[in-house]
């Protein structure tokens, strides 16, 4: 452990103060956002809550959001502000020089009632407002809503996918340390961002099943990489899982995801029973799981971190659809068949494709469309706003009027292997192109 001088910027006292211990989080090796938060802490501008965490999932307040925000755009801060500039900014707190500037600068502003409310959570496109005006990045923000260009702005120059958020999302300590990373980035280059993974340097060296140590257990997954791989083109990236009573190996095989030479895909295993004869998802190692794959296989193949998808099949659709919720600052879609709902919190949308059959005996028709309302809640669609669409041979229902772009497609009435109606989708045979063709097409079209 090495000491050096850095901002103490601890979120659970909400103190601010210097000369803290520089050392590894004890909560971020498996995130998404690893690189960015690390590239922080070298800057020395953010730390650790008291017992070591990073708190990568946790929002981020506004003054806290806003003070990295001015130090990592080498905004002056005077040592000592005396003015009051909020009524709800004490002199006293650690904030209220940063928050005085950046008022002082037209860099931020209060509410309607007069108050800067410091301690709120702050949303996507504020921390992105922030960030325009703290880079000096001249993006105009006028009007009912001020927010379209600067969304515009964000999405050319890839430092953040509108998809990503709808428009009152709040932003994770993850996420905002992306957004600053990128930010800083595009200040000194004044040209689109990559969304280039660390693997596009690097010599893959994943194949077949995988083993990874989670929680002490060894977990596997089997990794397909096209056969003309080239660390020169970025591919997409989809984690498949299955159902309670399929393997990954048979979900690999009946799925048919191979037949595509731009997606690289990953299948998880469940936990399996003490029988062995099924599988559960529910465990909070799962996410974990996931996390660790998703790294894994960001830095050993060129993945394109802006086209990362998850798909699942029965209660691996209810895991899908978990994995949409917890990581949706960064899931580009998500796919479902068969599958009741997933109920908790989400932390972002995504464009949405479930294929639910009427006949369904395992997964009902009911718990389907309760899983694409609430999906159709968390993309903030319009139930009323709808059209029909093509999905392979199926006219589906495509919802319109989603924030951020984040549409639901709904699909019935399809054919399952062997007829059985909670099976996947075929095309029309065992052989056949089917549902896993239909999702990969439906991807692209995003």
Not at 32 to 53: E, V
Request: charged fraction near 20%; proline fraction near 3%; hydrophobic fraction near 35%.
């Amino acid at each position: 452990m090495k000491s050096t001088k850095i901002l103490l910027f601890a979120l659970c006292s909400l103190l601010f103060a210097f000369n803290a211990v520089f050392a590894d989080f004890t909560d971020i090796e498996y995130s998404w956002y690893k690189d960015a938060i690390l590239n922080l802490q070298t800057q020395w501008l953010t730390n650790w809550y008291g017992d070591g965490r990073y708190g990568t999932e946790n929002n981020i307040t506004r003054a806290e959001l806003l003070t990295i925000l001015l130090r990592a755009s080498n905004t002056p801060i005077p040592e000592t502000v005396a003015e009051k500039c909020f009524p709800d900014v004490d002199t006293a707190m650690w904030y209220h020089r940063y928050i005085c500037t950046a008022h002082t600068l037209g860099i931020a502003n209060g509410f309607a009632d007069g108050n800067f409310k410091p301690n709120d959570s702050v949303t996507t496109l504020e921390a992105l407002a922030f960030g325009n005006k703290a880079f000096a990045l001249g993006i105009a923000t006028t009007g009912e809503k001020w927010y379209e260009a600067l969304q515009q702005f964000a999405e050319t120059n890839n430092i953040m996918t509108t998809r990503g958020y709808t428009l009152g999302t709040q932003i994770s300590r993850g996420k905002s340390a992306d957004l600053i990373i990128r930010l800083q980035e595009y200040s000194r280059t004044k040209s689109p961002l990559s969304y280039k993974s660390a693997g596009c340097q690097a010599w893959g060296i994943l194949s077949g099943e995988n083993t990874i140590t989670i929680e002490w257990k060894e977990r596997k997954y089997n990794l397909y990489i096209p056969s003309n791989y080239s660390k020169d083109k970025e591919y997409s990236f989809a984690i498949a899982t299955h159902g309670r009573t399929n393997s990954k190996d048979q979900v690999q095989d009946y799925m048919k995801l191979e037949k595509q030479s731009d997606f690289i895909v990953a299948y998880p295993a469940g936990l399996a029973s003490s029988s062995g004869r099924s599988f559960s998802w529910s465990e909070k190692e799962n996410m974990t799981f996931v996390d660790a794959i998703l790294k894994q296989v960001s830095e050993n193949y060129c993945i394109n971190r802006d086209k990362v998808y998850a798909i699942g099949h029965s209660l691996g659709g209810w895991m899908a659809q978990r994995i949409a919720c917890l990581r949706g600052e960064f899931m580009s879609g998500l796919a479902v068949v068969g599958s009741g709902p997933f109920t908790g919190a989400c932390s972002g949308p995504a464009p949405s494709i479930f294929f639910q059959n009427v006949d369904d005996h395992l997964s009902s028709y009911a718990s389907g469309v309760q899983a694409r309302n609430i999906r159709l809640k968390v993309n903030e669609c319009s139930e009323s706003s709808t059209e029909s669409i093509q999905i392979g041979p199926l006219t589906c229902t495509k919802y319109n009027s989603c924030s951020s772009g984040n549409e639901v497609v709904w699909c019935e009435w399809y054919t399952g292997y062997g007829g059985d109606p909670h099976s996947w989708p075929t095309g029309g045979g065992w052989q056949s192109p089917g549902g896993g063709t239909w999702i990969l097409d439906y991807f692209r079209g995003l």
